[in-house]
């Protein structure tokens, strides 16, 4: 079936470090792909989508390519602040019609330290 | 606008108790959700409205009774919970439109313990 892997965490970095949380897929044909970022003690917030392979999502310095041939989606930023601290989910949603049902990754925590 | 709103944020409530949470969104979606969140775990979907009509459960205890009153409300009514059901609630939204497939925006949730 359709399913997320995410890198385990804790990841733990410096102010300013790069940072790179790995995300790969299962899943037949093209599903639309997402990385949703939770803060503490709050809900689910859209960080950046990809629809078609080869798209990138990008916002608020985040980035992530639909790479097809690698089945990965992994979240890039190039320099982190310790407001970055939060736990970070990769999913998707099957490329099926009306399909509504997110898939997601185990998550990812992220911890900045400045 | 792509707010999702939720009351209460916190939530108590004993085993016999009935209470329920409220989700709203204007921003003209017709698809809304339910999940549960336990700590440190991805959100469980729990139901599915489509058109305001439930179109998937996800074999979900019937102590859990959703409703959708209209295109921009959705309740989760609870009666007789357990302490497992403990957990933070989050409701979402999205357009729905055959063959597409629609970013979710989410509330903040509703943070419930059951005693």
């Known amino acids: 079936g359709d399913s997320v892997t995410q890198m385990e965490g804790p990841v733990t970095l410096s102010e300013e470090a790069f940072l790179t949380i790995n995300c790969t897929y299962t899943a037949t044909g093209y599903p639309s792909l997402f990385w949703y970022v939770q803060y503490p003690g709050e809900g689910l917030q859209l960080l950046l989508k990809?629809?078609?392979?080869?798209d990138k999502g990008s916002n608020k310095g985040f980035e992530a390519t639909y790479r097809k041939e690698t089945t990965s989606f992994h979240l890039e930023k190039g320099s982190v602040q310790v407001s970055d601290s939060a736990v970070y989910f990769c999913?998707?949603?099957?490329?099926?019609?009306?399909?509504?049902?997110?898939?997601f990754g185990s998550g990812t925590r992220l911890l900045v330290r400045p | 606008d792509t707010e999702v709103t939720q009351t209460p944020k916190h939530l108590v409530m004993g085993m016999t108790n009935k209470k329920s949470l409220k989700c709203e969104q204007h921003?003209?979606?017709?698809?809304m959700y339910w999940y549960k969140q336990k700590a440190k775990k991805p959100p469980e979907l729990m139901f599915v409205?489509?058109?305001?009509?439930?179109?998937i459960n996800e074999s979900v205890p019937s102590r859990f009774s959703p409703e959708c009153p209209n295109s921009s409300l959705l309740n989760l009514h609870l009666h007789a919970l357990q302490p497992e059901d403990s957990a933070l609630y989050l409701c979402?939204?999205?357009?729905?439109?055959?063959?597409?497939?629609?970013?979710?925006?989410f509330g903040p949730g509703t943070r419930l313990t059951v005693t």
């Open positions: 999913a998707l949603i099957p490329p099926k019609r009306s399909s509504y049902k997110l898939i």
């Open positions: 979402a939204s999205s357009r729905n439109r055959a063959g597409g497939s629609y970013e979710q925006y």
């Open positions: 990809a629809t078609k392979a080869d």
């Open positions: 409205y489509s058109y305001e009509k439930l179109s």
């Open positions: 921003m003209g979606h017709r698809a």
